[in-house]
């Protein structure tokens, strides 16, 4: 079993910034993706973002461009969401989780929580008005 280790979740003031990490430990399974996901409470499961290991390849919802970044450390086996201009909606309990390509392919399938296979415990994430 795959243990994604997340950190850096809290509480912040509308208009601040933090910044998530996920670490996948040794790498023991080979996935092409990684991605973010977020739910927030009584809602569904929300793609955020994700990366490829291989080239670094982004892809974002429309929600989060251009104030969110995935970016990722190859030697580290970790992956990053740097978080800015926080809003009160951006307030949920986010998830990363990993996936193959082939399943996901790139594009509107990065974006389905089913097509992926490894999921983290979750970072709540508090934005407050």
């Known amino acids: 079993q795959v243990q994604l280790v997340e950190s850096g979740g809290g509480v912040v003031q509308a208009g601040g910034s933090l910044r998530l990490s996920c670490a996948v430990p040794?790498?023991?399974?080979?996935?092409?993706?990684m991605g973010w996901f977020r739910q927030a409470p009584g809602k569904e499961r929300e793609f955020v973002a994700a990366?490829?290991?291989?080239?670094?390849?982004?892809y974002y919802t429309d929600s989060v461009k251009g104030r969110f970044t995935i970016s990722r450390d190859n030697a580290k086996s970790t992956v990053y969401l740097q978080m800015n201009s926080l809003k009160p909606e951006d307030t949920a309990v986010y998830y990363c989780a990993t996936a193959r390509l082939g399943s996901t392919g790139w594009g509107i399938g990065l974006a389905v929580a089913n097509n992926y296979d490894y999921w983290g415990q979750g970072t709540q994430v508090t934005v407050s008005s």
């Open positions: 990366i490829r290991w291989s080239g670094g390849s982004t």
């Open positions: 040794g790498r023991t399974v080979i996935r092409d993706v």
